[in-house]
């Protein structure tokens, strides 16, 4: 049977989210990952030293005996150079949402004139900046709409580490490529659906996230950079769970829950693209080397044997529910 072993993978963007949901999904991120790269899109927002505080002992509670390392991130907001040197070795990053963009980011960011000073001093203390990309534009222009503004932070802050977060689209690659100050990260069901396996067919709440899944020539391009072992493209998930009730509605929220089911489909499509190879690089060591980390040392097997993605986690509909994945983790 074909095996493989990866060393600490890392989820360089997920959402844990808060009491019951958090007690759900900790364990399960903290089963498989050495670390991820906690969103702070709380119903309040995690932005001051406190709430980071509180939220990281939260998580490492619940992970228990579990190697798992939250890597902490702000949310962005106009910080103070002091504020920022207090807290600058308990996170990772600042997530800078624009305002009303996705799920919980009503406090982001409406006026990009306002963010200059806190990004200077992000710069200067070499805290990356973590961005949702989007324009409030016509919902398959989002992202490239607002490539200009990543371009007028690329070029105004070029000592700042900028990621471009779940990146959809071909435009967005190119652009990633030409700035050495900017990373990206993609997640694994942007690799795998376009938007016509949300809307095609029967309507599928479950694949409904933001950014909306794109083109098949952009998800072409996704994956030739990811599988080739791009260096500056690292796996995020982007696995944002919402119970049923907020995705079998009227109103449906954006989000897919793929945490659980990440790494063995990660392992069966690298494998189907003949990458096997490079998965190494795409969910650890880019990131290692993009953000200068060194996780805590974890040890994942991987095998050819497949199993049943369960229907449902707790009340959450995961991403390939009751579909059968080729690949699946030793457990130990
Ligand atoms: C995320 C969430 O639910 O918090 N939703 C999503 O569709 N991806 C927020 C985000 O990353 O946009
Ligand atoms: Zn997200």
Same mark, same amino acid.
């Given at each position: 049977?074909? #095996?493989?072993?990866?060393?600490?993978?890392?989820?360089?963007?997920?959402?844990? @989210?808060?009491?019951?949901?958090?007690?759900?999904?900790?364990?399960? $991120?903290?089963?498989?990952?050495?670390?991820?790269?906690?969103?702070?899109?709380?119903?309040? %927002?995690?932005?001051?030293?406190? @709430?980071?505080?509180?939220?990281? $002992?939260?998580?490492?509670?619940?992970?228990?005996?579990?190697?798992? #390392?939250?890597?902490?991130?702000?949310?962005?907001?106009?910080?103070?150079?002091?504020?920022?040197?207090?807290?600058?070795?308990?996170?990772?990053?600042?997530?800078?949402?624009?305002?009303?963009?996705?799920?919980?980011?009503?406090?982001?960011?409406?006026?990009?004139?306002?963010?200059?000073?806190?990004?200077?001093?992000?710069?200067?203390?070499?805290?990356? !900046?973590?961005?949702?990309?989007?324009?409030?534009?016509?919902?398959?222009?989002?992202?490239?709409?607002?490539?200009?503004?990543?371009?007028?932070?690329?070029?105004?802050? %070029?000592?700042?580490?900028?990621?471009?977060?779940?990146? =959809?689209?071909?435009?967005?690659?190119?652009?990633? #490529?030409?700035?050495?100050?900017?990373?990206?990260?993609?997640?694994?069901?942007?690799?795998?659906?376009?938007?016509?396996?949300?809307?095609?067919?029967?309507?599928?709440?479950?694949?409904?996230?933001?950014?909306?899944?794109?083109?098949?020539? &952009?998800?072409?391009?996704?994956?030739?950079?990811?599988?080739?072992?791009?260096?500056?493209?690292?796996?995020?998930? &982007?696995?944002? %769970?919402? %119970?049923?009730?907020?995705?079998?509605?009227?109103?449906?929220?954006?989000?897919?829950? =793929?945490?659980?089911?990440?790494?063995?489909? !990660?392992?069966?499509?690298?494998?189907?693209?003949?990458?096997?190879?490079?998965?190494?690089?795409?969910?650890? =060591?880019?990131?290692?080397?993009?953000?200068?980390?060194?996780?805590?040392?974890?040890?994942?097997?991987?095998?050819?044997?497949?199993?049943?993605?369960?229907?449902?986690?707790?009340?959450?509909?995961?991403?390939?529910?009751?579909?059968?994945?080729?690949?699946?983790?030793?457990?130990?």
């Amino acid at each position: 049977m074909t #095996e493989i072993t990866i060393t600490s993978p890392l989820d360089m963007h997920l959402h844990l @989210r808060q009491g019951d949901m958090l007690r759900l999904t900790t364990p399960l $991120s903290a089963d498989f990952f050495a670390g991820g790269v906690i969103m702070p899109n709380l119903i309040e %927002p995690v932005d001051s030293v406190d @709430r980071l505080n509180t939220y990281h $002992s939260e998580i490492q509670a619940l992970c228990k005996d579990k190697v798992f #390392e939250p890597y902490m991130t702000l949310f962005f907001k106009q910080y103070k150079k002091a504020e920022l040197e207090q807290v600058k070795d308990r996170i990772i990053g600042i997530k800078l949402y624009p305002a009303g963009i996705t799920t919980q980011s009503e406090n982001g960011v409406s006026d990009f004139t306002t963010i200059e000073e806190t990004v200077s001093a992000m710069e200067e203390l070499q805290i990356p !900046l973590l961005v949702h990309g989007e324009s409030n534009g016509f919902v398959m222009d989002r992202e490239q709409e607002f490539l200009s503004v990543y371009q007028t932070l690329a070029e105004n802050f %070029p000592d700042l580490h900028i990621i471009m977060e779940h990146i =959809t689209t071909a435009d967005s690659v190119e652009f990633m #490529e030409r700035y050495d100050n900017v990373s990206a990260t993609v997640t694994l069901h942007h690799l795998m659906i376009t938007l016509d396996d949300v809307i095609g067919d029967l309507m599928r709440p479950d694949l409904f996230c933001k950014p909306i899944a794109k083109t098949q020539e &952009d998800r072409s391009a996704l994956r030739n950079a990811v599988f080739s072992g791009h260096p500056k493209l690292m796996f995020g998930s &982007d696995s944002a %769970p919402h %119970p049923r009730h907020k995705k079998e509605c009227i109103g449906c929220a954006a989000g897919v829950f =793929t945490a659980p089911v990440a790494l063995p489909l !990660l392992a069966q499509i690298f494998d189907e693209a003949g990458s096997l190879d490079q998965l190494q690089n795409f969910v650890s =060591t880019s990131a290692c080397q993009r953000y200068q980390l060194t996780p805590p040392q974890k040890t994942i097997r991987l095998q050819q044997k497949p199993w049943t993605v369960p229907d449902f986690y707790g009340d959450v509909t995961p991403f390939y529910a009751g579909k059968t994945i080729g690949w699946s983790v030793v457990r130990t």
